[in-house]
């Protein structure tokens, strides 16, 4: 079997990491690739009866709620071209066995989101991901944080392999990657969701042509 790639978290270069009992279930077809092979994820749904000037103040308030936390968050605002663009994040985190122990791993995950909106119809693109390490000790060493694109993460996991055959340290670092990778989805859904349903409530009516 192919090696892993050697791009795992800063703290599984440790010799310490151990094992992780089981394998995760899943499936790279499932996580969407642009053009790019950047991680993407997008929504296109009309509002027939919306106007273009009120799904865009609907796309402002659902930002200013769902990053509240975030000063700055947005980066763009083009009422007239209908375009915004925000950088968001959010903090998350996963276990890990080390040494025997189960050991909490925190990490932020950077996401730039961009809404291109008409009368009566919108779309939201989430791409790229970029995941930022926290810094930590272990024992009495220092990690230092990190920034690494998604798609590492994603080259990490094998099509094909024999789990039982992989290293200690092979399937730490599968299952770390596995388990970005599925958060980040998760995420994405629950993200286009949540948006989905915020923007259908626009109301206020396209204006008809006079001729």
């Known amino acids: 079997m192919k090696k892993l790639l050697f791009f795992s978290l800063t703290f599984l270069l440790f010799h310490f990491a151990q094992a992780q009992d089981t394998d995760i279930p899943f499936k790279k077809k499932d996580y969407p690739l642009d053009a790019n092979k950047k991680l993407s994820y997008s929504i296109i749904q009309e509002v027939p009866k919306a106007s273009k000037d009120e799904l865009y103040s609907r796309a402002l308030s659902w930002i200013n709620e769902a990053f509240k936390d975030q000063p700055g968050v947005i980066k763009l605002q083009d009422k007239d071209n209908g375009k915004i663009v925000i950088e968001g994040s959010t ?4 276990s890990v066995k ?23 119809k919108y779309r939201l693109i989430m ?3 970029q995941i930022e390490n ?3 000790r272990f024992g009495g060493s220092y990690i230092p944080s990190s920034k690494r694109p998604i798609e590492r993460y994603y080259e990490q996991i094998p099509d094909s392999y024999s789990f039982n055959t ?6 730490t670092q599968l299952y770390s990657s596995k388990t970005i990778l599925i958060k980040a989805g998760r995420f994405a859904d629950s ?5 989905k349903g915020y923007m259908a409530k626009a109301t206020v009516p396209v204006k008809k042509d006079d001729w």
């Open 166 to 171: 992989l290293t200690s340290l092979e399937k």
């Open 98 to 120: 080390t040494l025997g122990v189960l050991v909490p791993k925190k990490y932020y995950q950077n996401v730039k989101m961009e809404f291109s909106i008409k009368d009566g």
């Open 127 to 129: 791409s790229p991901f």
């Open 91 to 94: 903090e998350d985190s996963y």
């Open 191 to 195: 993200t286009l969701l949540s948006v």
């Open 134 to 136: 926290i810094a930590a």
